[in-house]
């Protein structure tokens, strides 16, 4: 079911008494950027349809019922909370570890860019690994990130923050055009953390200029699957985006 304001639709996958689980599209904010900033969100998308889910229920009232954001570019599901009781339980389930949220990319081999410290040696054909580091803003205006680890210089890290972040990532064969596509789970989230810690790996996400990825048309980067438990007794649900891009489908050779 889509639903639309101007050029840009979302797919409601999923309409429950408390909460919605809707699909962003690449090219919007999740939410405003800023208390009363005018434009385009989907929240305001989601709003139009369901608008009690604008009203405030966190610590930033212009994001409404939203639980986490994707970055503008990112594409894929999100989880918004009807009303406060379940905004509130299904923020401690995030604060508990108890959201995991899997993003399928398309990569493509580079050198990381300036200020990346080495990457840690894996073992090789490990087709599963886990990524873990702090992070701290990074370049001119602060916009990007970049990790942080023990290794890294004391400057670096006084100015992360105190929290380690941990990508899960496995290889997921390739796409019908031959990309290299990546799963990527987590159950904390940082801004950019996927985007950072895959072009960490050598694997910048194809479409992302920032972070030293192969130029195309979008961000090949979509959250796939969310799995929380419901605000109505717990029951752990797990909501799959059964119409992503072409690109992050895997090509099967038949």
């Not at 009807?82 to 339980?89: F, H, K, L, T, V």
């Not at 990569?107 to 080495?118: D, H, T």
């Not at 992302?208 to 752990?236: N, Q």
């Amino acid at each position: 079911m889509l639903q639309s304001m101007h050029s840009f639709s979302y797919d409601l996958v999923v309409e429950h008494s408390r909460f919605l689980v809707v699909a962003k599209p690449g090219g919007i904010p999740t939410v405003p950027l800023a208390h009363g900033q005018d434009g385009t969100s989907l929240l305001a998308l989601v709003g139009v349809d369901f608008p009690e889910v604008l009203h405030p229920m966190g610590r930033y009232g212009h994001e409404g019922g939203v639980l986490h954001r994707l970055d503008t570019d990112t594409c894929g599901l999100v989880l918004v909370a009807r009303d406060p009781e379940a905004y509130a339980s299904l923020q401690q389930a995030q604060l508990s570890g108890n959201f995991v949220k899997t993003y399928m990319a398309a990569v493509s081999c580079a050198q990381p860019l300036e200020g990346f410290p080495p990457f840690p040696l894996r073992e090789h054909g490990d087709a599963q690994m886990c990524i873990s580091s702090k992070f701290r803003a990074y370049g001119s205006g602060r916009k990007v990130v970049r990790p942080v680890t023990v290794d890294s210089s004391p400057l670096a890290q006084a100015k992360s923050g105190d929290r380690t972040y941990t990508t899960r990532v496995l290889e997921s064969g390739a796409n019908a055009s031959g990309l290299q596509l990546v799963s990527c789970s987590l159950d904390n989230g940082f801004r950019h953390q996927v985007r950072c810690h895959l072009a960490w790996m050598g694997i910048p996400i194809v479409g992302d200029a920032v972070y030293g990825g192969l130029h195309a048309d979008s961000l090949h980067l979509a959250a796939l699957e969310i799995r929380f438990p419901s605000p109505d007794g717990g029951e752990l649900l797990t909501i799959h985006w059964t119409s992503p891009p072409d690109w992050a489908t895997p090509f099967e050779t038949r």
